[in-house]
């Protein structure tokens, strides 16, 4: 029986997902019954198993009865950025193949973009009021609302977009899954790590179309859990839904951490967090001083885990662990883990290499040199990522490849310098890369936001610069620190740290 289905009959009034605060919500009667008839509209458009559709929706529970109706065809799914200029949202609707697109009516914009060039001859489905050559999506799922049996078959997947750190963004594909069974099996390490249940009341602060939010969400509706979703993060509101919704599970990044620590200690302990068993991070380098903070606040109910949309391995920590692993981001629980040198080379405990897993395959769609790039003689795989393990096989992330600073021979890794200068009390976010030095090759260079920008100035930079030699040697220090009032990160907390790079390399 789908998964889906079971909890439907099982308990049909149970709120399967809502929007904090708002009265949008719906239950898992509703959700099964508007999945089927999201699958009959894809059936009824000529949709086939291993084709795609599009979605750009903010956090709306309408997401889930749209995933759930195109996974239940074997249709993959591709989750788009509301915050993709237009032409950047139509260019990953064109590059996926989707033959249908979910747009929230506001979207008009990325809509035009889409029918200007419209290769594939993709439908528009618009939510929240009609637009121009496009169907009404209520009004559609209206004419669908009589379930059917639906054959059992593949089970579709989501199909996401790397960042787009270089060049155009990239799909991320996977083969679907064969069934059923198949796809429920791929959250079992979710489910076993952070205790995934029926009684889980999960909250997701950040957007749907990010591949941890939308993942774990819909962790938690094939556990028969109940989902709460925040339209936007904020530090306060954020403590009010655990309260409000004895919110059981979460995941953050650790921005958000950063923004929860600065709340002042009387609004901290205003909230009854009592409900909170499991609060997970990921998505970027967190700092060990602010995951310490963060453990004497809400105890050892913090858990981490390093992962990529590639899915081809996944690395777990929990808090126990971590503080006798300081900095570690886990032990390999899904696939396997190598640390290789650049001659492939399987490298000791404490040795710096190339992170690898020999787990689930990936393509990047319409790239196929970037594939090969990918993958070692052997068929096991990276993302990039550089790093080592302890003698028990603890995972100690040092940075991404591409972003490893070359200076007069040494390698440097910005991660080190970040998380330094981010314990730094005027500091509310730092980036740290590589910019041309006509001696050495390349000098580290810190760009960083202040909590109060009147304090950036030349002689200010000097004294970050003292504070980095405190703890780092000279080398790795920054020769020089610009201020910026705002770093451009994503909402899952990644930093674009190729805009700024671009900047000085123009300039250079």
């Not at 439907?8 to 009667?29: C, I, M, N, Q, W």
């Not at 429920?184 to 390490?189: C, K, L, V």
């Not at 509101?237 to 919704?245: D, M, N, S």
Request: aromatic content about 10%.
């Amino acid at each position: 029986m789908p998964i889906l289905r079971k909890w439907a009959e099982r308990h049909p009034d149970k709120t399967a997902a809502l929007v904090a605060f708002s009265g949008e919500s719906l239950t898992y009667g509703e959700l099964d019954r508007r999945a089927n008839a999201v699958t009959q509209i894809l059936i009824w458009m000529g949709l086939a198993v291993g084709d795609g559709i599009a979605i750009m929706l903010d956090n709306d529970p309408a997401y889930f009865e749209i995933i759930w109706g195109a996974r239940r065809h074997g249709i993959y799914y591709t989750p788009v950025s509301t915050h993709l200029t237009p032409e950047e949202a139509a260019y990953i609707v064109r590059d996926s193949g989707a033959k249908v697109f979910f747009v929230a009516s506001r979207f008009a914009e990325a809509v035009q973009a889409l029918l200007a060039d419209n290769p594939h001859h993709c439908a528009v489905y618009a939510l929240g009021g009609a637009l121009d050559d496009s169907f009404d999506y209520a009004a559609e799922l209206a004419r669908f609302d009589r379930p059917i049996e639906i054959p059992d078959g593949p089970v579709g997947k989501d199909f996401f977009y790397s960042s787009g750190t270089t060049g155009k963004p990239k799909g991320i594909k996977q083969p679907l899954f064969a069934n059923v069974v198949q796809a429920h099996a791929a959250g079992d390490w979710v489910r076993d790590n952070f205790g995934f249940a029926e009684d889980t009341i999960y909250l997701s602060p950040a957007p749907l179309y990010h591949g941890a939010p939308l993942r774990f969400t819909m962790r938690t509706l094939e556990s028969g859990g109940t989902v709460v979703l925040m339209k936007k993060f904020a530090a306060e509101p954020v403590l009010a839904v655990i309260e409000r919704y004895r919110i059981t599970h979460s995941q953050w990044v650790p921005t958000m951490f950063f923004r929860l620590l600065a709340l002042p200690e009387e609004i901290r302990g205003r909230y009854d967090l009592s409900s909170h068993r499991c609060a997970i991070h990921a998505a970027a380098p967190c700092p060990p001083e602010l995951k310490e903070q963060m453990i004497a606040w809400w105890g050892p109910i913090i858990w981490e885990y390093y992962a990529g949309s590639e899915r081809n391995g996944a690395t777990c920590i929990s808090t126990r662990e971590w503080l006798t692993h300081r900095g570690s981001v886990g032990r390999a629980c899904v696939g396997t883990l190598h640390i290789l040198d650049e001659a492939q080379n399987e490298l000791r405990p404490g040795e710096i290499g190339d992170i690898y897993f020999d787990g689930p395959q990936f393509v990047y769609h319409n790239d196929p040199e970037k594939t090969a790039r990918s993958r070692n003689p052997k068929g096991w795989s990276t993302i990039g990522d550089v790093g080592y393990v302890d003698a028990e096989g603890y995972l100690f992330l040092t940075d991404r490849r591409s972003h490893m600073i070359i200076s007069g021979g040494v390698n440097i890794y910005p991660a080190e310098i970040e998380n330094r200068l981010a314990l730094h009390p005027d500091i509310a976010d730092v980036a740290v890369f590589g910019i041309p030095n006509r001696e050495y090759g390349e000098e580290v260079k810190a760009v960083v936001q202040l909590k109060d920008a009147s304090k950036a100035s030349a002689a200010f930079a000097v004294d970050l610069i003292a504070f980095c030699r405190e703890s780092l040697s000279n080398i790795k220090c920054p020769r020089s620190i610009d201020f910026e009032a705002a770093l451009p990160r994503q909402e899952n907390g990644k930093l674009f740290k190729h805009v700024l790079k671009q900047r000085y390399l123009r300039s250079a």
